[in-house]
């Protein structure tokens, strides 16, 4: 791997993702903050964020393919929400995509991202 | 210096003006503490978002460019703003004429707040600098301007391994939260597995590179977190962020602080 897990007993995860990563070698690939939206910019599940977060991460996947890497490349996540209550779905979701432990993890309430009918966003950095 | 572009073709980003994704082989990278359209006196810039905007643009040239690279070489933005409209009426337009064509991995959120009430864009950039690393340190640390503030306004990674740390909250071990409803235990609960973690993987407070404080709510912070922040610092700080949002993970957590270290 390029990169390495850092895990301490001392302060462990709230959930199941990585507490830090350390990159060891390779190509580091900074991904936009990705939105539930298809290839021609059209909201893909409005008002509806299990929907909206599927797409999300499908779009942060194809991203990390076209780069040679996949979800398991990356080192961190931030997720932004615009709703608490949305957090179970997602983190569902979440948990549906990726093949077991979670990279090092961020979540985020924010006011709002940059179109009101987004719920979720998604950004990360990944070594390839 | 060895940019590659991701999906550079994909119209939804493309006709915004930023890429999915940029990588690059890191071998000196800057990351810059978030800037704000803040003047010499550090009074803010009068004149609202098109003002703030271009401000928060010339003083990160500044900051670029004593590291020898232009827009041309950023990476990663991160545009936060509190209102959405006016950035996308007057401050998308300021900001174009800095960037020109260069096309950045890109996250722009909305916030409750920032620093100042008043202040209505703040931007962070990472970038590729030209050039070897140099052999004299791991971390560069710089200011352009004399702010006061405790705090870097740019952080250069020579070389060495970056490790990025989950968000970290007051938790305990055995799953608890620390400080319920307790700003100065929060504080210290997190520096401390800060420290943890940062140990674990071979990092010190010292070569922390750029931090981000997420808080509900900013003043409530600067009674109490500053002191815990100095003390875990030593006055060695990285470029930092505080913004003030509205939730994080769980209803008890104050405060969520993530840190980018490096390791050589």
Request: glycine fraction near 10%.
């Given at each position: 791997?390029?990169?390495?897990?850092?895990?301490?007993p001392?302060?462990?995860?709230?959930?199941n993702?990585?507490m830090?990563t350390?990159?060891?070698?390779?190509r580091?690939?900074?991904?936009?903050g990705?939105?539930?939206?298809d290839?021609?910019?059209?909201i893909?599940?409005?008002?509806?964020?299990?929907?909206q977060?599927?797409?999300?991460?499908?779009n942060?996947?194809?991203?990390?393919?076209?780069?040679?890497?996949?979800?398991?490349?990356?080192?961190?996540?931030?997720?932004?929400?615009?709703r608490i209550?949305?957090?179970?779905a997602?983190?569902?979701?979440?948990?549906?995509?990726?093949?077991?432990?979670?990279p090092?993890?961020?979540?985020?309430?924010?006011?709002?991202?940059?179109?009101?009918?987004?719920?979720?966003?998604?950004?990360?950095?990944?070594?390839i | 210096m060895?940019?590659?572009?991701?999906?550079?073709?994909?119209?939804?980003?493309?006709?915004?003006?930023?890429?999915p994704?940029?990588s690059?082989?890191?071998?000196?990278?800057?990351?810059?503490?978030?800037?704000?359209?803040?003047?010499?006196?550090?009074?803010?810039?009068?004149?609202?978002?098109?003002?703030?905007t271009q401000?928060?643009?010339?003083?990160?040239?500044?900051i670029?460019?004593?590291?020898?690279?232009?827009f041309?070489?950023?990476?990663?933005?991160?545009?936060?703003?509190?209102?959405?409209?006016?950035?996308?009426?007057?401050g998308?337009?300021?900001?174009a004429?800095?960037?020109?064509?260069?096309?950045t991995a890109?996250?722009?959120?909305?916030v409750?707040?920032?620093?100042d009430?008043?202040?209505?864009?703040?931007?962070?950039?990472?970038?590729?600098?030209?050039?070897?690393?140099?052999?004299?340190?791991?971390?560069?640390?710089?200011?352009?301007?004399?702010?006061?503030?405790?705090?870097?306004?740019?952080?250069?990674?020579?070389g060495?391994?970056?490790?990025?740390?989950?968000?970290?909250?007051?938790n305990?071990?055995?799953?608890?939260?620390?400080?319920?409803?307790?700003?100065?235990?929060?504080?210290?609960?997190?520096?401390?597995?800060?420290?943890?973690?940062?140990?674990?993987?071979?990092?010190t407070?010292?070569?922390?590179?750029?931090?981000?404080?997420?808080?509900?709510?900013?003043?409530?912070?600067?009674?109490?977190?500053?002191?815990?922040?100095?003390?875990?610092y030593?006055?060695?700080?990285?470029?930092?962020?505080?913004?003030e949002i509205?939730?994080?993970?769980?209803?008890?957590?104050?405060?969520?602080?993530?840190?980018?270290?490096?390791?050589?």
């Amino acid at each position: 791997m390029p990169f390495s897990t850092i895990a301490t007993p001392e302060a462990k995860p709230v959930a199941n993702y990585k507490m830090a990563t350390r990159l060891e070698g390779g190509r580091l690939l900074y991904v936009s903050g990705q939105v539930a939206w298809d290839t021609n910019g059209n909201i893909v599940g409005k008002g509806d964020v299990r929907a909206q977060a599927r797409q999300t991460f499908e779009n942060l996947r194809g991203v990390l393919r076209a780069e040679g890497g996949d979800l398991s490349s990356l080192m961190k996540v931030t997720t932004y929400i615009t709703r608490i209550e949305d957090f179970p779905a997602v983190a569902q979701a979440r948990s549906e995509v990726f093949q077991g432990e979670l990279p090092a993890s961020t979540l985020i309430v924010v006011k709002s991202l940059f179109h009101p009918d987004f719920l979720i966003e998604v950004e990360g950095v990944a070594a390839i | 210096m060895d940019r590659r572009e991701v999906l550079a073709e994909r119209p939804v980003e493309k006709s915004r003006g930023f890429m999915p994704g940029v990588s690059v082989n890191p071998s000196r990278v800057l990351f810059t503490a978030g800037l704000t359209g803040r003047n010499p006196d550090g009074g803010l810039v009068a004149g609202g978002m098109a003002a703030q905007t271009q401000r928060t643009f010339e003083r990160l040239r500044a900051i670029l460019s004593r590291a020898g690279a232009k827009f041309d070489a950023v990476v990663k933005q991160l545009v936060y703003v509190t209102d959405i409209e006016a950035y996308n009426a007057s401050g998308r337009p300021e900001r174009a004429k800095f960037f020109e064509g260069t096309r950045t991995a890109s996250t722009g959120l909305v916030v409750r707040r920032l620093a100042d009430p008043a202040m209505l864009i703040e931007v962070e950039l990472v970038v590729d600098l030209p050039g070897s690393p140099s052999r004299t340190s791991l971390l560069e640390k710089y200011n352009v301007e004399d702010h006061g503030g405790d705090f870097h306004q740019g952080v250069i990674v020579n070389g060495g391994r970056l490790l990025y740390l989950a968000g970290q909250v007051a938790n305990s071990p055995d799953g608890s939260v620390a400080g319920v409803g307790d700003w100065g235990r929060q504080a210290e609960k997190v520096y401390e597995n800060i420290g943890h973690v940062l140990r674990a993987a071979g990092a010190t407070p010292a070569t922390v590179v750029k931090e981000t404080t997420w808080v509900l709510s900013i003043d409530a912070w600067r009674r109490h977190g500053p002191p815990v922040r100095r003390a875990f610092y030593k006055g060695d700080f990285p470029a930092s962020t505080l913004v003030e949002i509205p939730g994080l993970a769980r209803p008890e957590f104050l405060v969520e602080i993530e840190v980018i270290a490096a390791v050589a």
